[in-house]
């Protein structure tokens, strides 16, 4: 999603028809079957179904698709130069620099010994995360991470990364053992017990929802600075609509970092926590 030449028309739309209606700013923000490049055109996207299932290509989707496509791309060209020479420069360094990072500060820290056979899904989400962010800040394009669906997807992901780590190392039995806190009354075992697995889907929960909202509040806040442009019908307020939104631009660069790193860090501390169980 960004904020394109058809969002500005549509904001003088609802200016134009009285109001102070906020629909066209939800337009621009939810998924839809179409890629909006207003004035050029609009490409609709092909539905499909498949025994009753609607599987049809979104906006969204063309977007997660491009990420990946672009990280392919990157890491093909970035593990080429490392052939080539052991030394590395330009993009093959950034991404050394990222993936050291992700080892070093996030891995490493959060999971302990063992965090090796956790390292190439917490780089992956890390790298798709916020490879989707940035494409969300690029003109005519879309933040795939605003949508609750692929954030739960991922946050799935994580679920079952962290439910599998912690069986594997301690056991299926011995992993829903070490659920219950040691040293407490037998008779709030059971009560523990609920407490404990409704804690596992809270945490996706939050891994979720965190990153949705966070995704899609700075794109909502910038299209409503914008639109007050349009809907008061007043050249004050562009001085201060237009830096207000400049900052908030740059301002979710930032987030587009942030929100990598914490999904990440969270779901690393999560694999952490169930792998390595207090006994």
């Known amino acids: 999603m960004w904020y394109n030449t058809s969002a500005v028309t549509d904001t003088l739309k609802a200016a134009e028809s009285g109001g102070n209606d906020s629909g066209w700013i939800m337009h621009h923000i939810l998924d839809s ?6 004035p050029f055109g609009v490409i609709h996207l092909p539905e499909i179904h498949l025994f009753g299932i609607d599987l049809s290509i979104t906006k969204h989707v063309v977007f997660m698709w491009l990420a990946a496509l672009l990280l392919i791309l990157i890491f093909w060209k970035v593990s080429k130069a490392y052939r080539k020479s052991k030394v590395p420069h330009g993009i093959s360094n950034l991404m050394e620099v990222l993936v050291v990072f992700v080892r070093d500060e996030i891995a490493r820290p959060t999971i302990g010994s063992g965090y090796e056979k956790f390292l190439p899904y917490l780089l992956t989400v890390f790298f798709f995360i916020l490879t989707c962010n940035f494409l969300g800040l690029v003109p005519y394009a879309a933040t795939a991470t605003s949508n609750i669906a692929v954030t739960a997807t991922l946050a799935t992901m994580s679920f079952i990364v962290i439910q599998v780590g912690g069986m594997i190392k301690n056991g299926v039995f011995g992993y829903f053992k070490g659920l219950i806190p040691h040293g407490i009354p037998f008779w709030l ?4 017990f609920v407490v404990e697995i409704l804690g596992l889907f809270t945490k996706p929960f939050a891994l ?3 990153l949705f909202a966070n995704m899609t509040a700075g794109h909502i806040v910038i299209l409503a600075l914008l639109g007050l442009i349009f809907i008061l019908k ?9 830096a207000f939104a400049l900052f908030i631009y740059l301002l979710e660069i930032l987030v587009a970092l942030i929100q990598a790193y914490i999904f990440t860090m969270l779901s690393s501390l999560f694999i952490g926590m169930a792998y390595h169980q207090e006994h």
């Open 208 to 210: 979720a929802i965190r």
């Open 33 to 38: 079957r179409e890629l909006d490049f207003e």
């Open 189 to 192: 075992i059971p009560i523990m």
């Open 234 to 242: 007043t050249y004050i307020v562009v001085p201060v609509s237009v």
